[in-house]
């Protein structure tokens, strides 16, 4: 069975530095598509990044593009969200998620067959 486990969530100030971490387990993840997304009360979820496990191509929303960075370590079937000049407007709970095969369809969030619990990251002064 499928595991995520997400961590290093907090509060911070503005332009301050957070990561994320995802702890994954329970399978060989080399044909899968790793995804960050976020979420706020009353809004959709929201695509952050994405990595293909076994080639390393990355993808970033708009958003985030230049300030966030997403990777993986695959000794340890973990991936990370480093997350720099953090903004307000980056609060929200982040999901690590995991799709088969999903590369290309990343940015959807339907596309993932997996998701861990969630952690909050606040960026408030």
């Known amino acids: 069975q499928v595991q995520l486990v997400e961590s290093g969530g907090g509060l911070v100030q503005p332009g301050d530095s957070l990561r994320l971490s995802c702890a994954a387990s329970g399978r060989t993840f080399s044909r899968y598509t790793m995804g960050w997304f976020r979420q706020v009360p009353g809004k959709a979820r929201e695509f952050v990044a994405a990595i293909h496990w076994s080639s390393g191509i990355t993808s970033y929303a708009d958003s985030v593009k230049g300030r966030f960075t997403i990777s993986r370590d695959i000794a340890k079937t973990t991936v990370y969200l480093q997350m720099n000049s953090l903004k307000p407007e980056d609060t929200a709970v982040y999901y690590c998620?995991?799709?088969?095969?999903?590369?290309?369809?990343?940015?959807?969030?339907?596309?993932?067959?997996?998701w861990g619990q969630g952690t909050q990251v606040t960026v408030s002064s």
């Open positions: 998620a995991a799709a088969y095969q999903g590369w290309g369809r990343h940015p959807s969030p339907e596309q993932y067959d997996y």
